[in-house]
């Protein structure tokens, strides 16, 4: 398979890897950001699997891969959870960030530097939740690379996809308020061209043999400096939950 990997864009993490676990560096925005994503996550995978949140270990038996999985902050919660988590990343800088973190928190997880294609490629048994956090916006071909996360999943499968919305507005707060003013990322973190309108992504789904069933804003408010959910609010950081049709 072609590869959906974009070099240049993986270049600009690798040179980040060493900061993921650092609250006030480079991804600042990602730790704040947190337990927003954590809340949409828990919630899709619970309601989808039937679920009690409650339980010491709700998606035990659960298969789940986190593409693009960085230094792990968001396999590590899912592993906590019961899940049995593979992370990857094209980034390769990442998975030793990623591995020395989980083994100081005593956690089981399959981190591995690869991409979606190549876990095709090597026949990758079907996950049951594919977890695909702010990379869309990142890859060469974003229908390729959907396309083969749709592959990965089993059928009835949940995918949990975000991104950037493209406006007026997501330029002036991704670009302009989060690299320029506030200097959360560097300069060129984002480019606003690759960015996704909802319904972009909806259609790119679709197509990608998906059933999109929720979109979801996420919205950060200034004044209390803390992030939240929105059913209306979809300007600028949003989520999809979709599903592999049985």
Same mark, same amino acid.
């Given at each position: 398979?072609?590869?959906?990997?974009?070099?240049?864009?993986?270049?600009?993490?690798?040179?980040?890897?060493?900061?993921?676990?650092?609250?006030?560096?480079?991804?600042?925005?990602?730790?704040?950001?947190?337990?927003?994503?954590?809340?949409?996550?828990?919630?899709?995978?619970?309601?989808?699997?039937?679920? $009690?949140?409650?339980?010491?270990?709700?998606?035990?038996?659960?298969?789940?891969?986190?593409?693009?999985?960085?230094?792990?902050?968001?396999?590590?919660?899912?592993?906590?959870?019961?899940?049995?988590?593979?992370?990857?990343?094209?980034?390769?800088?990442?998975?030793?960030?990623?591995?020395?973190?989980?083994?100081?928190?005593?956690?089981?997880?399959?981190?591995?530097?690869?991409?979606?294609?190549?876990?095709?490629?090597?026949?990758?048994?079907?996950?049951?939740?594919?977890?695909?956090?702010?990379?869309?916006?990142?890859?060469?071909?974003?229908?390729?690379?959907?396309?083969?996360?749709?592959?990965?999943?089993?059928?009835?499968?949940?995918?949990?996809?975000?991104?950037?919305?493209?406006?007026?507005?997501?330029?002036?707060?991704?670009?302009?308020?989060?690299?320029?003013?506030?200097?959360?990322?560097?300069?060129?973190?984002?480019?606003?061209?690759?960015?996704?309108?909802?319904?972009?992504?909806?259609?790119?789904?679709?197509?990608?043999?998906?059933?999109?069933? $929720?979109?979801?804003?996420?919205?950060? $408010?200034?004044?209390?400096?803390?992030?939240?959910?929105?059913?209306?609010?979809?300007?600028?950081?949003?989520?999809?939950?979709?599903?592999?049709?049985?």
């Amino acid at each position: 398979m072609t590869s959906t990997v974009d070099a240049a864009e993986i270049a600009k993490f690798q040179a980040m890897a060493a900061e993921w676990w650092d609250p006030n560096g480079k991804f600042k925005p990602l730790h704040m950001l947190g337990p927003c994503r954590l809340d949409y996550i828990t919630t899709q995978i619970a309601g989808e699997f039937d679920r $009690d949140l409650d339980d010491a270990a709700p998606f035990s038996g659960l298969r789940l891969l986190d593409i693009g999985c960085g230094g792990g902050l968001l396999s590590e919660p899912m592993a906590r959870l019961g899940a049995t988590v593979v992370g990857v990343d094209a980034a390769g800088d990442s998975i030793p960030v990623a591995q020395a973190h989980a083994a100081q928190s005593g956690l089981a997880i399959d981190y591995r530097h690869t991409s979606a294609e190549a876990l095709i490629e090597a026949g990758e048994p079907p996950f049951d939740v594919i977890l695909n956090m702010e990379v869309v916006e990142h890859v060469a071909d974003p229908l390729a690379y959907l396309t083969a996360c749709q592959r990965l999943l089993r059928p009835g499968g949940l995918m949990i996809c975000s991104t950037i919305n493209r406006n007026p507005k997501s330029y002036l707060v991704a670009i302009v308020g989060a690299e320029r003013v506030m200097r959360w990322l560097p300069r060129g973190t984002h480019d606003w061209a690759k960015f996704i309108t909802p319904d972009e992504l909806f259609a790119l789904l679709q197509e990608a043999g998906m059933e999109p069933v $929720d979109r979801t804003g996420l919205v950060f $408010d200034p004044v209390t400096w803390s992030w939240s959910l929105s059913e209306r609010d979809l300007s600028v950081n949003y989520v999809t939950a979709s599903v592999k049709p049985v």
